[in-house]
T-cell receptor
Framework: QQQVKQSPQSLIVQKGGISIINCAYE??????FPWYQQFPGKGPALLIA???DVSEKKEGRFTISFNKSAKQFSLHIMDSQPGDSATYFC???????????WGAGTKLIIKP | KAGVTQTPRYLIKTRGQQVTLSCSPI?????VSWYQQTPGQGLQFLFE???????NKGNFPGRFSGRQFSNSRSEMNVSTLELGDSALYLC??????????????FGEGSWLTVV
């Protein structure tokens, strides 16, 4: 019940296309869902996060879509650029136990 | 504001040795978490310290230990190193209070190679 399942494991998208990464969870007590971006040789960095009281959050080309009934959330990268090539991790946490539960990561490659 | 600082950045150790890695969190952050990341693998949670107390622990053997000092700086130690311990060790800090949703900030990691 504590797992966060992330898919796909890897993704290749053409420049200008839309990249979509999905995550699913079981624990309905989760109330915070961040996405982190990691470039090679660097630590992950927060990209965007959402709470279950909204169904969508957009920051620039990055959008989180949240489906509470399906217990799924996804990251959409519009107009994908080669500079977006990185590994993306979704995560979730709940209530007073803020410890993040991590997805397995998605390696995204944007082809020029 | 300085970010999370980890030292050393790179190190090579021999099987059977021990290693200590250091992490200085962002000023004002009281929580420090440690993660292991192997090539192509996800983030494996080791442990989290808050105000010098271990608050959460992952599923790693007892060879992996850590501590946190009164200034929130943290160290992790791996004893009797094995080849499989070769990985990137990431430290992350956050405010760490009980409110869910605190952003955690990662350092650039310490690359450990065991030969």
């Amino acid at each position: 019940q504590q797992q966060v399942k992330q898919s796909p494991q890897s993704l290749i998208v053409q420049k200008g296309g839309i990249s979509i990464i999905n995550c699913a969870y079981e624990n309905t007590a989760f109330d915070y869902f961040p996405w982190y971006q990691q470039f090679p040789g660097k630590g992950p960095a927060l990209l965007i996060a959402i709470r279950p009281d909204v169904s969508e959050k957009k920051e620039g080309r990055f959008t989180i879509s949240f489906n509470k009934s399906a217990k799924q959330f996804s990251l959409h990268i519009m107009d994908s650029q080669p500079g977006d090539s990185a590994t993306y991790f979704c995560a979730a946490s709940r209530g007073s136990n803020y410890q993040l539960i991590w997805g397995a990561g998605t390696k995204l490659i944007i082809k020029p | 504001k300085a970010g999370v600082t980890q030292t050393p950045r790179y190190l090579i150790k021999t099987r059977g040795q021990q290693v200590t890695l250091s992490c200085s969190p962002i000023s004002g952050h009281r929580s420090v978490s440690w993660y292991q990341q192997t090539p192509g693998q996800g983030l494996q949670f080791l442990f989290e310290y808050f105000s010098e107390t271990q608050r959460n622990k992952g599923n790693f053997p007892g060879r992996f230990s850590g501590r946190q000092f009164s200034n929130s700086r943290s160290e992790m130690n791996v004893s009797t190193l094995e080849l499989g311990d070769s990985a990137l060790y990431l430290c992350a800090s956050s405010l760490g209070d009980s409110y869910s949703g605190n952003t955690i900030y990662f350092g650039e990691g310490s690359w450990l190679t065991v030969v």
